[in-house]
């Protein structure tokens, strides 16, 4: 009974000794997560947009054979403004045939990174047959 006792405050110990070892790695992963979050918000927000963008696209592209080109050219504008793209992005692309429609634009935004900012180029494209 004594050496089960024995065994049993040795484990203890070893917890004990174990217990505070991590803290230091704790804290560096806490930081680099909450880096990884700063700047995450900002490059996930342009994605969101582009998707939106593009989805703003592919609605216009549904009713594109019904729909004057300056029209649809127009609410893809409004769309590109009202979502707080570069100007650039308002420079909708369109080409239709009889039978097929395709929705082009192409914009940077510019995003913060650690140690600077980078530029993400998006090229939304959206093709419809009638």
């Known amino acids: 009974m004594v050496s089960a006792r024995r065994r049993a405050h040795a484990s203890v110990s070893r917890l004990r000794a174990r217990a505070g070892s991590g803290r230091l790695g704790c804290l560096f992963f806490l930081l680099l997560m909450a ?20 989805d703003a ?27 707080g793209l570069p100007p650039d992005a308002q420079r909708v692309h369109v080409r239709r045939t009889p039978s097929h429609i395709r929705l082009t634009a192409d914009y940077d935004e510019v995003v913060a990174v650690p140690f600077g900012t980078r530029a993400l180029h998006f090229t939304p494209i959206v093709e419809r047959d009638f």
């Open 35 to 54: 880096v990884v979050v700063y700047y995450g918000v900002d490059i996930g927000a342009a994605y969101l947009r582009y998707y939106r963008f593009r």
């Open 57 to 83: 696209m592919s609605t216009e592209a549904r009713f594109g054979a019904r729909v004057p080109v300056d029209s649809i050219v127009y609410h893809l504008r409004a769309a590109a403004d009202s979502l």
